[in-house]
């Protein structure tokens, strides 16, 4: 849709606009290692992370969750599904792909009620690889180090002193507007872009 650009001095304000109205998940430091989980304050966040020890896939699908209430007297079975408003932030290329095909298995031929109403509420935001996460990754190899063509509402890539911002749909343009002081990209941001995204490769 559009491609904006955010300074890293106001990245703050805008994460924290997105706690004071959403549930916000992301990658967050456990002891040596990252975890995706809830964010209460912005120094939580941690877009420097590797890889994590389970996948943000467990925000939709949790390895606990409670399906159905029965009630016995009234014979009554009612359904629990969790439609809390949620900004899963700062996910890798190759976890958006990974949520992409669980969109496709989950959402159409064999729909999971469970899984839609989360997918539903959850606004994506996913952030570009430019390292790898080590010396065995091979996303390049299986096409997954670029995000899919579809099934995020933001991108974030690092171009330095700023990140510019893929806006893909009206939920991730309703953010932007909402809780950031994004601008729109230049000519010579977009030459910044192509330049950070060229160098990624060769690693």
Known sequence: MSLKIIPKEKMGGFIAGLIGAY???????????????EIDSV??????????ILPPKKQLMPQRET???FSAGEFKV?????DTPTVLFGVHTCDLHAIHLLDTV???????EHYMTRRENTILVGLECLTPCDDDSFC??????TPPSAGYDLHLTDIGDAYALDVETEKGAWL??????????????????NTVLSEKWPR
């Open 106 to 112: 989950f959402c159409t031929t064999y729909r999971d």
């Open 43 to 52: 120094q939580d966040l941690r877009l420097d992370y590797d890889t994590t």
């Open 176 to 193: 932007v507007v909402k809780y950031s002081e994004a601008r729109d990209a230049t000519e010579s941001d977009i030459q910044k872009i």
């Open 140 to 145: 390049k190899s299986m096409g997954t180090l």
């Open 78 to 82: 009612n359904s629990n599904v969790d």
């Open 23 to 37: 549930r916000v998940v992301g990658p967050t430091a456990k002891g040596p290692k990252f975890v995706f989980g």
């Open 67 to 69: 399906l159905f209430n």
